[in-house]
């Protein structure tokens, strides 16, 4: 909200006044356990009309606003029955069929929900209103149909050699692609990883794999468009196994559909190099079709598990809430964006979190890890206890936010957060007018804000001359002033709360963060270094 503008702050969050921080509005304080004095009314009228001015599209968009308007039909009631859980569950079940979930899954689903919640521990009930009963039961059974648990790579090879992976997938899936984004990810686990490519029929497939390798440091066997598949497979496992690789990722053809030759040509693959993982590559935009696809491929030459493409432009959200339940075999990977990070492990717990709108803290602080070096966040912490923090550290902020992934990505794993394209777009201009009015700056002023005070006989001309070096207006400097000391104040409010070392534990009650789960706190108190701050950042 510090970026994107107190006005766009004040219609996502409803926020009284630039000195109280964004509090939810109460049916997301409700879902999250706050007190009611922390609560902000809803004002439905004017977010009904900012919601139908809002043009839905990105990662389960369209699901969760229905998942969204289903879970808030119970109203006051002060229990759950049979008979006031039909509207809501008549909702859900039409929720699932638009987001393109087969009908006999979306039939078991809603069984099961039903079962539950009127089955549900007596004890539990008295604990939880109606509504929050209810958005228990739906993230349990929708985590459930996802799968559970986090489904990783198979580690070990029975020979002791490497690992090896199998792609394949039908063409256009983003295949060879997904190979060196897994790769990649890989790498930076600090494994030693070589890439072949199988796919003698398109020569272009085998420049393209090299050309990725190259991209993100990893080695690749030169390409051999006159070799047989399963002879290159066996060459490129010798080669690891000779050179002490940890993993070898073969890429295969693929083909416009699913053939006996495709079908047979991966069999002899498998048969040769004996892969630890195959995974199939599937366009989460086909919705329950890739369900259909990993099944069919899957009775054919046994799967370990799939990779979902194109995730962060499905939604509806049919392939993800699908293929466990369909295909038997569980979803490991999920892409989201065109980089080479845009690679995610698949948590069927966070994102039924996304569904329901509950966001997803715990990936947010994950990116934020990455996107840091303890030093750094050593450092920005001491700055943050200190009040310190001056606008050199809040341009490194904005380099931090660029390496986590777009604002609109960032949202998604924000409680609450409910932001038009334009809103988003105007943010991220926002952000590069910002950098260049710093960028304008002295030395000096950049470390003391101070010398911009009004109050200062130089304080003005100095706002009028950062302007016109940066290209920017006089009232747009004097927003950045004001953020920056608002942030300043917001900072050390929120430190003031905090009574445990920053470094080993991540808060569930502060006024920037909502309530984590136990399950959550725990895993997250495992982080050895203090994150919450550059997640903290992000947030805001």
């Given at each position: 909200?510090?970026?994107?503008?107190?006005?766009?702050?004040?219609?996502?969050?409803?926020?009284?006044?630039?000195?109280?921080?964004?509090?939810?509005?109460?049916?997301?304080?409700?879902?999250?356990?706050?007190?009611?004095?922390?609560?902000?009314?809803?004002?439905?009228?004017?977010?009904?009309?900012?919601?139908?001015?809002?043009?839905?599209?990105?990662?389960?968009?369209?699901?969760?606003?229905?998942?969204?308007?289903?879970?808030?039909?119970?109203?006051?009631?002060?229990?759950?029955?049979?008979?006031?859980?039909?509207?809501?569950?008549?909702?859900?079940?039409?929720?699932?069929?638009?987001?393109?979930?087969?009908?006999?899954?979306?039939?078991?689903?809603?069984?099961?929900?039903?079962?539950?919640?009127?089955?549900?521990?007596?004890?539990?009930?008295?604990?939880?209103?109606?509504?929050?009963?209810?958005?228990?039961?739906?993230?349990?059974?929708?985590?459930?149909?996802?799968?559970?648990?986090?489904?990783?790579?198979?580690?070990?090879?029975?020979?002791?050699?490497?690992?090896?992976?199998?792609?394949?997938?039908?063409?256009?899936?983003?295949?060879?692609?997904?190979?060196?984004?897994?790769?990649?990810?890989?790498?930076?686990?600090?494994?030693?990883?070589?890439?072949?490519?199988?796919?003698?029929?398109?020569?272009?497939?085998?420049?393209?794999?090299?050309?990725?390798?190259?991209?993100?440091?990893?080695?690749?066997?030169?390409?051999?468009?006159?070799?047989?598949?399963?002879?290159?497979?066996?060459?490129?496992?010798?080669?690891?196994?000779?050179?002490?690789?940890?993993?070898?990722?073969?890429?295969?053809?693929?083909?416009?559909?699913?053939?006996?030759?495709?079908?047979?040509?991966?069999?002899?693959?498998?048969?040769?190099?004996?892969?630890?993982?195959?995974?199939?590559?599937?366009?989460?935009?086909?919705?329950?079709?890739?369900?259909?696809?990993?099944?069919?491929?899957?009775?054919?030459?046994?799967?370990?598990?799939?990779?979902?493409?194109?995730?962060?432009?499905?939604?509806?959200?049919?392939?993800?809430?699908?293929?466990?339940?369909?295909?038997?075999?569980?979803?490991?990977?999920?892409?989201?964006?065109?980089?080479?990070?845009?690679?995610?492990?698949?948590?069927?717990?966070?994102?039924?979190?996304?569904?329901?709108?509950?966001?997803?803290?715990?990936?947010?602080?994950?990116?934020?890890?990455?996107?840091?070096?303890?030093?750094?966040?050593?450092?920005?912490?001491?700055?943050?206890?200190?009040?310190?923090?001056?606008?050199?550290?809040?341009?490194?902020?904005?380099?931090?936010?660029?390496?986590?992934?777009?604002?609109?990505?960032?949202?998604?794993?924000?409680?609450?957060?409910?932001?038009?394209?334009?809103?988003?777009?105007?943010?991220?201009?926002?952000?590069?007018?910002?950098?260049?009015?710093?960028?304008?700056?002295?030395?000096?002023?950049?470390?003391?804000?101070?010398?911009?005070?009004?109050?200062?006989?130089?304080?003005?001309?100095?706002?009028?001359?950062?302007?016109?070096?940066?290209?920017?207006?006089?009232?747009?400097?004097?927003e950045l002033i004001a953020t920056l000391k608002n942030m300043r104040g917001q900072i050390s409010a929120m430190m003031g709360v905090r009574q445990q070392p920053m470094k080993y534990v991540?808060?569930?009650?502060?006024?920037?963060?909502?309530?984590?789960?136990?399950?959550?706190?725990?895993?997250?108190?495992?982080?050895?270094?203090?994150?919450?701050?550059?997640?903290?950042?992000?947030?805001?």
């Amino acid at each position: 909200s510090f970026l994107l503008g107190s006005t766009t702050a004040r219609t996502a969050y409803r926020l009284p006044s630039s000195s109280n921080i964004g509090r939810f509005t109460q049916r997301w304080a409700s879902r999250y356990g706050m007190a009611p004095s922390n609560r902000i009314p809803w004002v439905d009228s004017r977010m009904q009309g900012l919601r139908r001015s809002v043009h839905v599209s990105g990662m389960f968009d369209g699901l969760q606003e229905s998942m969204s308007n289903a879970l808030s039909m119970l109203g006051k009631d002060e229990k759950l029955t049979p008979e006031n859980i039909k509207k809501p569950l008549k909702q859900i079940r039409r929720a699932l069929l638009e987001a393109d979930v087969s009908l006999p899954v979306v039939r078991r689903f809603v069984a099961n929900v039903e079962d539950k919640v009127l089955t549900m521990d007596v004890q539990i009930s008295k604990a939880l209103s109606p509504e929050q009963q209810l958005v228990k039961v739906v993230f349990e059974e929708l985590t459930a149909l996802m799968g559970s648990e986090k489904s990783d790579l198979v580690t070990g090879s029975p020979g002791g050699g490497p690992r090896i992976v199998l792609m394949a997938g039908l063409q256009g899936v983003g295949k060879t692609t997904q190979t060196g984004k897994l790769a990649n990810l890989l790498k930076k686990q600090n494994q030693r990883v070589l890439l072949a490519s199988l796919d003698v029929y398109r020569p272009a497939a085998m420049a393209q794999l090299k050309t990725l390798a190259n991209r993100v440091g990893v080695d690749v066997v030169e390409p051999n468009p006159d070799g047989k598949p399963e002879v290159l497979a066996v060459e490129a496992v010798e080669r690891a196994t000779k050179e002490g690789y940890d993993v070898v990722i073969l890429d295969t053809a693929g083909r416009l559909q699913i053939d006996d030759e495709m079908i047979g040509e991966l069999k002899n693959v498998k048969d040769e190099v004996q892969p630890t993982d195959t995974l199939l590559v599937v366009d989460a935009m086909t919705g329950q079709e890739a369900a259909k696809v990993v099944k069919a491929f899957s009775d054919a030459v046994d799967l370990t598990g799939a990779i979902l493409t194109k995730l962060d432009g499905d939604s509806r959200g049919g392939a993800a809430l699908s293929v466990n339940e369909v295909a038997g075999k569980p979803i490991k990977f999920v892409g989201v964006g065109e980089k080479m990070d845009d690679l995610d492990p698949f948590y069927p717990d966070r994102m039924a979190q996304r569904i329901l709108g509950m966001g997803d803290m715990l990936s947010l602080i994950e990116k934020a890890e990455s996107a840091i070096s303890d030093k750094d966040a050593k450092s920005f912490e001491e700055k943050m206890k200190d009040g310190t923090f001056d606008f050199t550290d809040f341009k490194a902020q904005f380099g931090i936010m660029e390496k986590m992934g777009p604002l609109a990505q960032i949202g998604k794993m924000i409680p609450g957060m409910k932001m038009s394209d334009r809103e988003l777009t105007e943010g991220e201009k926002r952000i590069k007018r910002f950098t260049a009015i710093i960028d304008s700056m002295s030395r000096r002023e950049r470390a003391d804000p101070s010398l911009f005070d009004k109050s200062r006989p130089d304080g003005i001309r100095r706002r009028v001359r950062i302007a016109k070096g940066s290209g920017n207006t006089l009232e747009t400097v004097t927003e950045l002033i004001a953020t920056l000391k608002n942030m300043r104040g917001q900072i050390s409010a929120m430190m003031g709360v905090r009574q445990q070392p920053m470094k080993y534990v991540i808060p569930y009650n502060t006024i920037l963060l909502p309530r984590f789960s136990p399950d959550q706190v725990k895993e997250a108190q495992k982080k050895p270094n203090p994150y919450f701050s550059i997640a903290s950042m992000a947030t805001a």
